[in-house]
């Protein structure tokens, strides 16, 4: 079984500075969407995480509220593989420098039974 689960959002970031901003004090989308996205998957194959390997990155370090001396420190970029049990494998990105409405899809592929489901929020 292979999952693809992709999340695409506006700048999470308000018009000021704050928790959110700030890798230190828990802000970026792997924190905010994380835990939701990984139970998402589990509820859908009934499958567990076994392993877990991915990258953050913060591309936008000021908007048009926040600069000056405080950056935006907390990842708005967040992709990771995951390994579940019984060979199921997860691929997961969530974007949030895109101009446009929220996105979500998961597509969760059977590959000996050649079905595919498709959600899409």
């Excluded at 199921?88 to 998961?106: D, K, L, R």
Aim: aromatic share 10%; charged share 20%; with cysteine.
């Amino acid at each position: 079984m292979i999952i693809k689960e992709t999340r695409v959002l506006l700048s999470f970031c308000r018009h000021k500075y704050d928790w959110v901003c700030d890798e230190l004090m828990g802000g970026g989308v792997l924190n905010m969407y994380g835990a939701i996205i990984v139970d998402l998957i589990a509820f859908l194959t009934r499958k567990r995480a076994t392993s877990v390997n991915g990258m953050l990155r913060t591309y936008a370090r000021q908007t048009e509220h926040i600069n000056g001396h405080r950056l935006i420190t907390s990842d708005d970029f967040c992709s990771f593989q995951m390994e579940l049990n019984d060979d199921a494998c997860a691929t997961v990105t969530v974007n949030g420098n895109v101009a446009g409405p929220y996105y979500q899809e998961v597509m969760i592929y059977r590959i000996l039974l050649l079905q595919m489901l498709i959600f899409v929020s």
